[in-house]
Nanobody, 128 residues
Framework: QSQPVESGGGLVQPGGSLRLSCLASGTTLNYVTVGWFREAPGKEREWVSC????????NLADSVKGRFTISRDDAKNTVYLQMNSLKPEETGLYYCATVRAYPSGRNCYVKANRYHYWGQGTQVTVSS
């Protein structure tokens, strides 16, 4: 297993949408739990969402429920974070993180220290 690779960030107006991608390099998605985190300027890293290795257990932070969704495409070995109705305060660096898991695992971690591999991050800027 190696460092995941994020993409899809950019500049979007308030209320707009972006879809972030996380390529799980060096493994397949059924062997990892995947988490999304974000870090705004001057703030601590914040958990956003997670997806279990089984693919059927997901979780979202209360602040993004109803606007964000997490999903995966096994054929592309990629996890997506669809972000709708974005707000200016959600500007920041978005990270994908992974940790090894059993194929049928349903764990979905909120804490950053449960993840072993981190991507470089992709910048999301929400501004008019």
């Amino acid at each position: 297993q190696s460092q995941p690779v994020e993409s899809g960030g950019g500049l979007v107006q308030p209320g707009g949408s972006l879809r972030l991608s996380c390529l799980a390099s060096g493994t397949t998605l059924n062997y990892v739990t995947v988490g999304w985190f974000r870090e705004a300027p001057g703030k601590e890293r914040e958990w956003v969402s997670c997806l279990s290795s089984s693919g059927d257990n997901t979780n979202l932070a209360d602040s993004v429920k109803g606007r964000f969704t997490i999903s995966r495409d096994d054929a592309k070995n990629t996890v997506y974070l669809q972000m709708n109705s974005l707000k200016p305060e959600e500007t920041g660096l978005y990270y994908c993180a992974t940790v090894r898991a059993y194929p049928s695992g349903r764990n979905c971690y909120v804490k950053a220290n449960r993840y072993h591999y981190w991507g470089q991050g992709t910048q999301v800027t929400v501004s008019s």
